[in-house]
């Protein structure tokens, strides 16, 4: 079977004021600017907590913060698709027997 290809746009996001070239799918693409203005946010409330750092160390820190946030909800993610899956099992069984 050949592989679709998978047509990807070229955007330009913007952080800390630095642009930054990136390809992204379709999906990707129209969320992007809800992630780039999270990402702000993110980076401002850090200079404004951190007013002594300069933006690298508050780049780095949002960088962390998200690392964290995205190893503590996937194990969560990964247990309810199981459960859902488990269930569909459950389901599927009663309605074949």
């Known amino acids: 079977m050949a592989e679709q290809e998978i047509e990807l746009k070229k955007l330009t996001i913007v952080l800390a004021g630095r642009s ?3 390809k992204v799918n379709k999906e990707e693409a129209r969320i992007l600017p809800l ?21 690298q160390d508050c780049l780095s820190m949002v960088l962390l913060t998200q690392a964290i946030s995205t190893q503590t909800k996937e194990p ?18 009663s309605v074949l027997t």
């Not at 992630?35 to 933006?55: A, C, F, P, V």
């Not at 969560?76 to 069984?93: C, H, M, R």
């Open 20 to 22: 930054f070239p990136v």
């Open 35 to 55: 992630i780039e203005k999270d990402l702000n946010d993110q980076i401002r409330k850090m200079q404004l907590s951190y007013s002594d750092r300069d933006i």
């Open 76 to 93: 969560s993610i990964v247990t309810e698709i199981s459960k859902k899956v488990d269930q569909l099992n459950v389901d599927l069984e």
